[in-house]
Nanobody, 124 residues
Framework: QVQLVESGGGLVHTGDSLRLVCAVS????????MAWFRQAPGKEREFVAG????????YYPGSMKDRFTISRDNAKNMLYLQMNSPEPEDTALYYC?????????????????WGQGTQVTVSS
């Protein structure tokens, strides 16, 4: 059974740093792209950052670049998202996701496995 469990969320203030963690287990043997998405109340889920299977390529939408850093530790089956100087508009439920695609995908429907999310609330 595939499980993705996010942690590290909470209440932070503008300018604080925060690292989200996603622990992955039960994946069939193979190579997987991983990503972080987020969903704010009343808004659609959006792509935040993605990383390829080996961890040597990342992709961020323009609005997220330089504000987030995605990384992974394949030996530990962990995915990370470093949030640098978050702002109140970054308040959302953050999800990690896994895709069997070789390329980094930004489309939600390209991801087969999802975690339950971890809430991040940024106060000004």
């Amino acid at each position: 059974q595939v499980q993705l469990v996010e942690s590290g969320g909470g209440l932070v203030h503008t300018g604080d740093s925060l690292r989200l963690v996603c622990a992955v287990s039960g994946l069939p043997r193979g190579y997987y792209t991983m990503a972080w998405f987020r969903q704010a109340p009343g808004k659609e889920r959006e792509f935040v950052a993605g990383i390829n299977a080996s961890g040597d390529r990342t992709y961020y939408p323009g609005s997220m670049k330089d504000r987030f850093t995605i990384s992974r530790d394949n030996a530990k089956n962990m995915l990370y998202l470093q949030m640098n100087s978050p702002e109140p508009e970054d308040t959302a439920l953050y999800y990690c996701a896994v895709s069997a695609s070789i390329v980094i995908e930004a489309r939600i429907d390209r991801y087969e496995y999802w975690g339950q999310g971890t809430q991040v609330t940024v106060s000004s």
